[in-house]
């Protein structure tokens, strides 16, 4: 694996977050249901973002909420979004991203992380299942909720 980093964002590496790209087929999974509902405000006390660079390239994108007050249990420490390029998938950048996150909630004082995503082919569930998460339960829309216990 070469020489990866995480940074905030910034001026300089939103205009490469934005213009990550996907693979064929990846687009339905970006934002769960659950996702588009439960965002719609983003508490910038709560949220926490991280550009992932290889060298100076922007090669992925990683957020995360941690509340202990949110209302449902599944969005107290959850993973909002992973994104890695499509050039760059399948070479550690999701491990490397979801390791830092991992670092980050045990910081907060969290003892597990979240993430909802949809399965079906040419989706992340067997990236989530492989870096550690574990199916716990179901949304009311039919998508996983997988969880890391730290
Ligand atoms: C899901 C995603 C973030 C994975 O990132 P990545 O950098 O390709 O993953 P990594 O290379 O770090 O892979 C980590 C492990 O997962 C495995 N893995 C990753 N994608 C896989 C797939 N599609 N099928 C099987 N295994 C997979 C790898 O083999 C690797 O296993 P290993 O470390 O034991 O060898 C990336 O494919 C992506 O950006 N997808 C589009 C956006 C998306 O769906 N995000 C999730 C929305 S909630």
């Known amino acids: ?16 977050v934005n213009t990550l790209s996907l693979k064929p087929g990846q687009e339905r999974f970006v934002t769960p249901e659950s996702y588009a509902i439960a965002a719609t405000v983003v508490d ?47 070479r550690g950048v999701g491990r490397y991203a979801v390791d ?5 909630a045990r910081a907060r004082g969290f003892d597990h992380v979240n993430v909802i995503y949809e399965a079906g082919e040419g989706g992340p569930d067997a990236f989530f299942q492989r870096v550690g998460f574990t199916p716990v339960d179901e949304t009311e829309y039919g998508e996983v909720v997988a969880q890391i216990k730290l």
């Open 44 to 90: 910038p006390a709560t949220s926490w973002q991280r550009v992932i660079l290889d060298g100076d390239e922007v090669v992925g994108f990683v957020s995360a909420g941690f509340d202990a007050d949110a209302p449902h249990e599944h969005f107290r420490s959850v993973l909002w979004r992973i994104n890695v390029d499509a050039d760059d998938q399948g």
């Open 1 to 16: 694996m070469a020489d990866l980093r995480v940074e905030e964002l910034s001026a300089t590496t939103i205009v490469g």
């Open 100 to 104: 830092q996150l991992i670092d980050e």
